[in-house]
C-alpha cells in the first residue's frame, strides 16, 4: 500500500515564494517518478513539475521553468518543490503524483509518463491548496 504524505502550501503574496514536500512510503523501488500536478476548479488537472528518481531527470511546465525546482531525498523518498516568484496563476490545488515503474519519459510529453490516471502503478496525493494573492 502505497502512502503519500504532502506538505506545504498556504496563502503567499505575488512574489513569494513556497516549498510543497511529498513522502512516499509502502513500496521500495528505485524508478519511479514523483512530481506535482495543479488544478482550478472548472479545470483539468495539468502538469507542473516531475522528476524521474531513476536517473534524476526532470520536467518542467513552460508556464513554471526558471521559477519552480523539483529535487528528490532518496534516502527518505521525499519530493520537494520549491516555488519562487509566485504570481495569482500559481494559485490552485497542488496534487503530489507517484508513479512506480515510469515508461521512459523522453519518449513521452505533457507529463504523461508520470501521470497516474494513464499508468497502473500511479498514486495520487490528497492536494493541498496553494494561494497566491496580489
Known amino acids: 500500500q502505497v502512502r503519500l504524505e504532502e506538505h506545504g502550501g498556504g496563502s503567499v503574496q505575488t512574489g513569494g515564494s513556497l516549498r510543497l514536500s511529498c513522502a512516499a512510503s509502502?513500496?521500495?523501488?528505485?524508478?519511479?517518478?514523483m512530481g506535482w500536478w495543479r488544478q482550478v476548479p472548472g479545470k483539468e488537472r495539468v502538469g507542473v513539475a516531475a522528476i524521474y528518481t531513476g536517473g534524476g531527470s526532470t520536467e518542467y511546465a513552460d508556464s513554471v521553468k526558471g521559477r519552480f525546482t523539483i529535487t528528490h531525498d532518496s534516502a527518505t523518498n521525499t519530493a520537494f518543490l520549491q516555488m519562487t516568484s509566485l504570481t495569482p496563476d500559481d494559485t490552485a490545488t497542488y496534487y503530489c503524483?507517484?508513479?512506480?515503474?515510469?515508461?521512459?519519459?523522453?519518449?513521452?510529453?505533457?507529463?504523461?509518463?508520470?501521470?497516474?490516471?494513464?499508468?497502473?502503478?500511479?498514486?495520487w496525493g490528497q492536494g493541498t491548496q496553494v494561494t497566491v494573492t496580489a
Open positions: 509502502g513500496y521500495d523501488y528505485s524508478h519511479t517518478c
Open positions: 503524483a507517484y508513479v512506480v515503474g515510469p515508461p521512459n519519459p523522453t519518449y513521452y510529453s505533457d507529463f504523461v509518463a508520470c501521470n497516474p490516471d494513464r499508468l497502473s502503478l500511479g498514486y
